[in-house]
């Protein structure tokens, strides 16, 4: 359940697909309906023809509900997180309102675009950052997944962005707050675990037997502080250490994702996700 929407598998291509005509029919059959003096037997037709587009937006929407909680579990939240929920339910309506069927693109692609600008826009306001500041802050979490084995050094990040150093400082740490914000003391005390983004379960079974061998008992460290779903101080802190030394050991582990042979290959996975 997603704000209240049941969740259905997401749809093939093709299953898609065969739902655009007839919300297209729908829609086309509303507007008639809503203008034109018709007589009983066409209104009874496109009565009909409009339930079967609203039943078809219907399956679509359910169906494209997986994408919300992809989206907010992604950006490094638990989900179940009110605001950012209905933030993405409330994109994804507004998807479906503007979506063009005959424009011949998929949905979930259009979708996609209207459910990140409203969960990072609900974000935003969640930390009291500006839209500019919450810019500064997207560009540097895309420049950190360039390369997940590397550790940015204020001066590259400023580099990469054009900006000064002391704005990049400042950007850093716009970043390391938000990321702090993720998991809040009573979410804890009531018992509900922070998720890795995407879920373990979800990745290819080869992405994590290499990291597996690769890291060996910090796999988990590493996932949580490769995906930015925990900051080093917390992942520390559930392993009963100190931050160094959490930073030494994901270092260790950085060093082996990079050297390994299947490096280029784990990192087009990782810039996929």
Known sequence: ????????????????????????????????????????????????????????????LRATCGLVRLRVVERGYRFGDEELEAAGVEGLVNALHRFDPDKGNRFSTYANYWIMKLVNQAIRQQAGLTESEMGYVLTLQRLLRTDLAKRFSTKEIAAAMGVSLVKARDIVQMNHDLVNRRFVTGDFERGIEARPSPDVNEAPKWVIEELHRLCGDDFDAFWQYAFRTMSIEEIAKTQGISRQAMSKRLEKCRKAVRDSAEAQRLQEWFDRQ
């Open 1 to 60: 359940m997603v704000g209240g929407l049941q969740m259905l598998k997401p749809l093939t291509s093709d299953e898609e697909r065969a739902l655009l005509p007839i919300i297209t029919r729908g829609r086309e059959a509303s507007k008639r309906l809503d203008c034109d003096e018709l007589d009983v037997s066409t209104t009874r037709s496109l009565r009909r023809e409009r339930e079967e587009g609203q039943r078809a937006e219907s399956t679509l």
